[in-house]
């Protein structure tokens, strides 16, 4: 059994910074993982993905502003968030798939943590 529990939110001014957290326990093999978003009444949206090797991959939304990475001695994957906007305020979720990072869709995580809240205020 794969669980995922993440940390970190909170409410911060518009231009600050917040790292969020996520540890993972269980399924140890090949896998992608990856942050995502869902503000009130919108879809849930991929943010960032990565894998074994540690190559991340970023939408454009967030490119340039937010850092996914992992330390697998800690079984702990992060998500660096600058420069935030109002526009971020969402929660934030954590997921992991089986095997390669395929891409964000979220059908092809199984895995989900219970979200943290970040909220940015203007």
């Known amino acids: 059994q794969v669980h995922l529990v993440e940390s970190g939110g909170g409410s911060v001014q518009a231009g600050g910074s917040l790292r969020l957290s996520c540890v993972v326990s269980?399924?140890?093999?090949?896998?992608?993982k990856a942050w995502f978003r869902q503000a009130p009444g919108k879809n849930r949206e991929g943010l960032a993905m990565?894998?074994?090797?540690?190559?991340?991959t970023y939408t454009n939304s967030v490119k340039g502003r937010f850092t996914i990475s992992q330390d697998n001695a800690k079984n702990t994957l992060y998500l660096q968030m600058d420069s935030l906007n109002p526009e971020d305020t969402a929660m934030y979720y954590c997921?992991?798939?089986?095997?390669?990072?395929?891409?964000?869709?979220?059908?092809?995580?199984?895995?989900w943590g219970q979200g943290t809240q970040v909220t940015v205020a203007s």
């Open positions: 997921a992991e798939a089986r095997g390669r990072c395929r891409g964000l869709p979220e059908y092809l995580y199984i895995y």
């Open positions: 269980g399924y140890t093999g090949n896998r992608c």
């Open positions: 990565i894998d074994d090797n540690d190559t991340p």
